[in-house]
Every structure is written in structure tokens, then in C-alpha cells.
């Protein structure tokens, strides 16, 4: 398993990790200009439907090379299988609890209004003198939701989404044109591609990229995932054809991430950027009767963090990680002034730092699941074992991942103390994020416009959260 690394902090971190092992080393310090950073958001992405997460088909070619000069994290876990909550929480470093918005739209149809004492990363580097810019592709992170905080430049589209080119082409103008005026600015850009969420329309050169074959009946199989299930508008769904559309849209959404690494390349910024490569949360293409996502099972909140920075040798850190500590560890790859309020009121980690330890990974389901009748659930892993607190029913399931590792039985009755144990946890680690988030001001909400209610509506959220 590897380790962290002593904190050293220069303008870069030269770091000396080696797959699977932690070798000491000193390299000379040297002044290098500010890094700038790429943050790359992939939304609805499975983690285990990408070759470098293992996967049987070749769906992501770009990423798989970018993950050879990346420390890629085996085991990444989101807090919530939701956009707006997910993002914000990366943001932030907070749990959903903290930073107060548990879905994308409230219950009525109202919008959540995030804690307005938090500090988004985007203020942190803005503030410390980088060009700023986000280019996003769908509705549930428009400027509304207040997550354009520390964007100088904040694009997303007028309809309810946009195909990943569109967005990538305006992402490579703001470049372009940030090269040509200000090249010695550093930048922080971020950049949302949402095509692998619901429904798969991918374009039509993409459409039969992959068809039905013996590895995919033994995926299915492996994972008792049936050949029908319902989805959110009741309507039957075939498991077997949306994963291959669903693959599809992967392999393009990844020939568009390749445009992002080729103009890098070709731009001379290579060499100078830290590039973060994210998915918000997965989706269940029927594993666990869930056609979509919002719950806590693995297939939805497992999800995909590959960092590349300059003087960061290529690893795979297998140690349990989540969505909220990858800033605070790009943070202590780079000297950005300012970042001590940013660390202050972070609960996520510095992964390579000498005091990191791995702890238990925290996930919540979406608010929006009361609206279909179904309580709110929370689930807290430490080691093999994942346990899930059920709210409504004041009562929880245990799962030992190492046996079942797709989550099929409770193994509570054989296991009472481990099961206990991690419900005082769990309840204990609830009880702190609500006194934090009370401390930060969140819970807040606001009305929100019809069209774009609507426009959520359209994209599966019903208004109803």
C-alpha cells in the first residue's frame, strides 16, 4: 500500500512515490513559477467502468494514459451520489452536512443556498492571483447554486445541458485567448462534462461502439444485475443495452478530455499544470434494482480521483481516500498564498501528508430520494466493513466487503460488536458535521425560476427534493 510523503512545501512538491512503495528521498529545492491547475469534473462516471479502475472494455484510452503519468487512487468514495452536493463538497472539503445542501433542488422546488461561512477553493486561488474560469454542462451547477463563487469567468448552458465538445471548445477559447493576454498568470480552470448521465444519447459516430459480449454477461452476472429494471419515471429499462450506450458515452467523453491533455501538450503547459481528474459519483445501470443514483452503494459513490502534478511520480495509492480531500492535497503540492483559512475549515485530508491516516469513509444519500418515499441513509466503511444507518427505521445493515464485495448480504447477526461500533461511530461523526455546519450558517434556501426547475425536472430531478 502506499504511504504518504514528509510535507515539504515549495512552489512544487517534487514527490518521490514509486508504485507500491514509499522511497526516501531529498531533491534539491528550486523556485518554479505557481503551478497552474486543471480540474476536470466527469459526471455519472462509474470508476469501475474505466481501464485503469479495471474495467474489461477500452471506454477510456486518453484517461488510461494520463493515469500512467497520474497517482491514481484505487479507492476514492464521494459523500453523496449527487451533482450540486458532490461538487461542493470537493470545493469546499466539507460533508454535505457542513456545507448545507443535501440535493440539488429543496423540497417544494425551492434551491439550496450553500453556508456562506465556507471559503470555495476557486476564492483561495483568485485571491492568491490566478485567472479563474469554469466551464459547466448542465443545469445542476449553473451560477444559481452560488458554486460559481471565485469564478472571474463562470460559462454553463442556456438549455438544461450541452455534449462535452461544446463545453471543451469554450474551455480551449478561454485558454487560447488567457495564453495570448496573460501568460505568465497562473490559472485554475475547471472544466464539467456531464454526457454520461442519463438518458445515453451519445453522438452517432459513438452509438455502436460497443455491442453485447460473453465479459459483459459475466460483469452483469457478477453483480446480480438483472435484465430489467425500473427506472425513476417507472418505465422498464434494459440493463444490457444501457451499459453498452453508457460506454459509449464514456469513450466520447473521453476523446473530449483528450483535447484538454492535447492542448497542454501542444501549449507548453504540461510541464507547469496540476491536473485533477474527478467523477462526482457513479450511476447503477440496474446493480441494486437502481437504474440511476442518489443511494450509498458502492457502484454509486465509488468514484474516479487521478492526480498528475509536475514533480509527482506516477503511483497507485491504494489506501481508502474521499472526494473532499483532494484539494487539501493539491494544496500541499503547491505555494498558494492564502490557503490557511481554505485548511482551517476543511475535513478532508493533505493524502501525502506525514500525519495523514486513513479513516473511515462517510457517504449520505441524496434528500431527494424522500420525495419517492425512501428514508434518508447514511454509511460509514472502516476496512472490510461497511455499515448503513437507515433514519427512518433507527436501525442499520453490515456488509464485509472482502467476502461480498457488491454488497448482497447483511452480515450484522454474526457480526453484533463490529456492527455497534460503527453505528456510535457513525451517529458521533453526524453529531459533529451538524454542529459544524450550524458554526458555518448553513440550511439555507431560496426560490428558484421556473425554467430552470423545469430544466432540472427534464434532466430527473423532480422539483420535489
Known sequence: MIQHLPARRSRLLPACLLIGTLLGCSPKETEAPPANILWITLDTLRADHLGCYGYFRNTTPRIDAFAKESVLFEDCVVPMATTLPSHLSMLTSTWP????????????GKRFVRSTGLVSFAEVVSEAGYATAGFISAKPLQSWTGIDAGFQTYDGPEQKERIAQ???????AWLDQHQGQSSDQPFFLWVHLFD???PFQPPAEFKNAFQPQPELDTFLADRGIPDLVQGPNGLDVETRPSHDLYDAEILYTDSQVGRLFDRLDQGGLKEHTAVLLMSDHGEGLGQHGVARHGLIWNELVNSVFILRAPGLAPARFQAPVSSIDAFPTLLGLLDIPGARSFLAQSSGHDLFAPEFKERPQWSQS????ISYGLPVLYSLRRGPWKFVWNTEESTGVLYNLTEDPFESTDVSEQNLLMKVELQAELLASKQIQEQ???VFGSGGEDAMDPKTLQDLRDLGYTGND
Do not use: Y
Not at 97 to 108: C, Y
Not at 166 to 172: C, F, G, I, N
Not at 366 to 369: C, M, P
Open 97 to 108: 452536512i457542513e456545507h448545507g445542501v443535501l440535493a440539488n433542488v429543496t423540497q417544494g
Open 166 to 172: 461544446e463545453t471543451v471548445d469554450k474551455a480551449l
Open 196 to 198: 454520461p448521465h442519463a
Open 366 to 369: 441524496s434528500a431527494r430520494l
Open 436 to 438: 459544524r455546519g450550524q
